[in-house]
């Protein structure tokens, strides 16, 4: 299978990109895929949590995509090895221009979180409506989903966003709380699919939704792909099958 890539972004700072890009990857990781995660961010989180990473977890490359310095090489550092089948990006708050154009040409779904403030949701509105003015975005049919991020009760007012993306037909994939169990995997360079079951099985079940949407499409290509090479080993048994009595002209 081609290589599947997802783009965590939002214009607006603080929404928790790097929680949902780095779960993601150990997620993916996890499950057996081979898988990078690549950081635009000028402050380095996912590359940082990405060296706190040790012990026999599975491996996940970093792609350090941020502005380099001290004569570092960009496309060098950016790297994303050929057999990777989940690629993850975490973007800068704030891309831009000919940045923004560059992190756009590399998705096949989009991921834009927000945080539980009118301000954020308001902004993230405005976000989504210009994302979807991008020629790039039509053209290359890139899926875009929203998740909420850092909720902190069981009833956040997200109704105008719901409406909002309901209205453009995108949805709204889960609502991460905000656990301890992020905090403790950001600091320990771990994923919470990675902790022992009873630290983190409900923000596991609660970012499952995210994890299915992203593989939604290898999921179905994998699914035809089964049924193709189910089918051609039917027809070979019943071509190989000897004629029965009833057609042997006895």
């Not at 890539?5 to 993601?24: E, F, M, P, Q």
């Not at 898988?35 to 949590?49: I, K, N, R, V």
């Not at 850092?150 to 719901?162: A, G």
């Not at 994890?211 to 190989?240: N, T």
Request: charged share 20%; net charge neutral.
């Amino acid at each position: 299978m081609k290589m599947n890539t997802t783009l965590i972004i939002n214009s607006k700072g603080g929404s928790g990109k790097t929680t949902i890009a780095t779960n993601l990857a150990s997620c993916f990781a996890a499950l057996g895929a081979t898988t990078t995660l690549m950081d635009y961010d000028p402050q380095g989180s996912s590359m940082g949590w990405l060296r706190l990473r040790s012990g026999p977890g599975p491996r996940i490359h970093g792609a350090n995509a941020a502005p380099q310095k001290g004569g570092r090489i960009r496309s060098v550092e950016m790297y994303v090895p050929a057999d990777t089948q989940q690629l993850v990006i975490d973007a800068p708050a704030g891309a831009s221009g000919l940045l923004l154009q560059e992190i756009l040409a590399k998705p096949d779904c989009i991921i834009i979180p927000v945080a539980p403030s009118a301000i954020d949701i308001h902004a993230t509105a405005r976000f989504v409506g210009d994302l979807l003015l991008t020629g790039r975005i039509r053209a290359r049919n890139i899926r875009l989903a929203v998740v909420a991020n850092r909720v902190r009760s069981s009833m956040p007012v997200y109704q105008p966003l719901e409406r909002f993306l309901a209205s453009l037909g995108l949805p709204f994939l889960a609502r991460i709380s905000d656990s301890d169990a992020y905090i403790r995997a950001a600091e320990t360079g771990v994923g919470i699919f990675e902790m022992e079951p009873p630290t983190a099985t409900a923000e596991c079940e609660e970012f499952m939704p995210i994890v299915e949407w992203v593989d939604e499409p290898r999921s179905l290509e994998a699914a035809a792909e089964r049924k193709v090479i189910d089918l051609a080993q039917r027809r070979s048994i019943e071509r190989d099958r000897p004629p029965s009595a009833s057609h042997s002209g006895t």
